[in-house]
Each structure stands twice: as structure tokens, then as C-alpha cells.
């Protein structure tokens, strides 16, 4: 019973993911709780996080219901796949235009 919110870590997370196989959960207790860290195959991070992170919140939120009914506090640590891409958001003055074709509007970049 020690293990079960790891297991279920598994379950939904291969349940959700393209390469299930790749998916590897290691559980560790300290005076903090419970830590689940979770690596999934890079094309799969995507569906793990969800928009705007909302599926990675509600796994976290299952979690934290999973340990309070075990009297436990149980935390989820996503690990970023080596190589990831880091995405870089412009400022405003970073933005420039290109013209897209004659007569059209322009394109900001």
C-alpha cells in the first residue's frame, strides 16, 4: 500500500502517453513527503504538462487526495528530458515585421 500513489503515477501517466514504455516513476520519502519524479519519452512532454499545464495540475491535485487519504503529503516532479527545448518568448521590443506578399498586411515575427 506504501507504493500505491506511485503506481498509480504509472497508470494514468502510460494510460495518456504515445510511448508508454518509456515511462519510468521513482518514489522517494524525507521529511518533506512523499517525491514522485516522473520521466516520459521528449516527444510525450506535451501531453504530460497539457495546456496551459493543466494536466499535470490535475495529476498533482489526484496525488495530494491519494496522500491525504494515507496521511501523507505526495508531490509530483516532472524531469525535463535531456535536450528539451527551451522556449524563448520575445519581448515587445524584440518584435519586428517582414512583409508577407504585396498588397497583404505584415507578419510580426
Do not use: C
Not at 37 to 58: C, F, N, W
Not at 71 to 79: A, D, E, Q
Not at 81 to 107: F, M, Q
Amino acid at each position: 500500500m506504501a507504493e500505491a500513489d506511485k503506481e498509480f503515477v504509472d497508470n494514468v501517466v502510460k494510460a495518456i502517453v504515445d510511448h508508454p514504455d518509456d515511462v519510468k516513476t521513482e518514489r522517494s520519502v524525507d521529511e518533506m513527503g512523499v517525491l514522485i519524479e516522473l520521466s516520459v519519452h521528449p516527444e510525450d512532454m506535451g501531453k504530460i504538462i497539457g495546456k496551459e499545464g493543466r494536466t499535470a495540475k490535475s495529476v498533482r491535485t489526484l496525488l495530494r487526495v491519494l496522500g491525504a487519504k494515507n496521511n501523507s503529503r505526495v508531490n509530483l516532479k516532472i524531469i525535463e528530458p535531456e535536450g528539451g527545448k527551451e522556449v524563448k518568448i520575445p519581448d515587445e521590443k524584440d518584435k519586428t515585421s517582414k512583409p508577407l506578399e504585396e498588397g497583404k498586411a505584415t507578419e510580426v515575427v
